[in-house]
């Protein structure tokens, strides 16, 4: 079992930064890739970022150049720097780790409002 705690979240307005963090513990071993997906009010959950274990990065169209991925081994954490925020951003933020096997972990969720 892989237990992820986020946090960072919070209220920001256009053009603003946040950094999310992300600590993973139990069978952190395991872990095949972390990354970021965010859910907006009224739609599905999709991808913004994730970073496998060889070190590939993959972002989303909608936040490649303004958001960026990181992790620190040492502290088991991943963060999401997020510059330039812009309303279309809001929605609830989640950790994503996934295991060698393919099962995936969820933390649950942090808030992030862009205000116009």
């Known amino acids: 079992q892989v237990h992820l705690v986020e946090s960072g979240g919070g209220s920001v307005q256009s053009g603003g930064s946040l950094t999310l963090s992300c600590k993973a513990s139990g069978t952190i071993f395991n872990i095949h890739n972390m990354g970021w997906y965010r859910q907006p009010p009224g739609n599905q959950r999709e991808l913004v970022a994730v970073?496998?274990?060889?070190?590939?990065?993959h972002y989303s169209n909608d936040v490649k150049g303004r958001f960026t991925i990181s992790k620190d081994n040492a502290k088991n954490t991943v963060y999401l720097q997020m510059d330039n925020l812009q309303p279309e951003d809001t929605a609830v933020y989640y950790c994503n780790a996934d295991s060698t096997s393919g099962d995936p972990y969820w933390g649950q969720g942090t808030q992030v409002t862009v205000s116009s």
């Open positions: 970073q496998i274990s060889d070190g590939t990065i």
